[in-house]
């Protein structure tokens, strides 16, 4: 297994301006990662998701300069000294599992939204090593591929708009590679975010534990009812956190006390907007250049 430096890396990319065929641009895919802990006999547990994502650094010249970070829950690294990515071969050989540090000198090498309620955490990857390892790989661009908060209310995206959640629900994988699984969903509730009165929105779709740090792209639709505004391209919208349950009670027949709960998945998952994801790696940037340590 191969570790992968922390090193903040700048990355130059020229993207052609076309059309895709498919509802999600296969570079979302390629961008989503699986999280892994070490496990018995030299194996790695799956646990959890992220995705690579590019913050621009020099809009000037072209190729695009961005820095690039792995994105996900904050409850997915805590308590951890290392974790396992996982990523497939250009050659089309079994992929490898690359293992990041989160600590170093006790130091942690990871940081978290301030916010405790804001479950997300971000750490610089150096892409440059997948690169030269022939890795498929790929990142989300802050510029182009996401929609803020202030983006979702001029798009006039509300409730039942359609959505795509990507992960590794439950850690499904193959032995020799990793390929992300897509669902479907709609937007279940998220004006009462559009209008700052929350800090999170809910999606309507099974998200099970090893999904924890997917992002949530907003499905394109190319047409729309009279009066509203349609969505020309999919876009990020947010991360993953957690599934609300649904608690039920068994309750005695003899005592009339209840003796045993039940915790079943509602269907309704938590979602937390970009904007937090913005705001947590310029914490990550400001801590990094003050020398701050934890």
Known sequence: MKRILQLSFLI??????????????????????????????????????????????????????????LVTNKH???????????????????????????KENKNKLWVGHHDNDIDVAVLSIN???LKNDKMIYSFVQDDAHVYKIRDLIEAEVTEGDPIYLLGYPLGIIDNNSQYVIARF????????MLK?????????????????????????????????????????????????PYIDVAISS??????????????????I????ILETIKEFDEEKNRGVTH
């Open 76 to 102: 997915v690294l805590n308590n951890l000294d290392s974790i396992y990515v996982r990523f497939n071969s250009v050659e089309g050989s079994q992929g490898k599992d690359y293992l990041i540090p989160l």
């Open 196 to 244: 700052y009165k929350g800090k999170g929105f809910l999606i309507d779709t099974k998200n099970y534990p090893g999904n924890s740090g997917g992002p949530v792209i907003l499905k394109p639709e190319p047409s729309s009812i009279e009066g509203t505004k349609s969505i020309k391209n999919a876009q990020v919208i947010g991360i993953v956190s957690s599934y609300i």
């Open 12 to 69: 130059m990319v020229c993207i052609p301006v076309s059309v895709f065929s498919a509802q999600i641009p296969p570079f979302y895919l390629d961008s989503t990662v699986i999280i892994g802990i070490p496990g018995e006999n030299n194996t790695v547990k799956w646990t959890g998701s992220g995705f690579i994502l590019g913050t621009l650094i020099d809009k000037v010249h072209i190729p695009k300069q961005y820095r690039t970070y």
């Open 254 to 271: 003899q005592t009339n006390r209840p003796r045993i709960t039940f915790e079943e998945n509602s269907g309704l998952a938590n979602v």
């Open 273 to 276: 907007p970009v904007d937090y």
């Open 185 to 192: 969903g709609i937007i279940a509730k998220i004006r009462d």
């Open 127 to 129: 892409t440059a090593v």
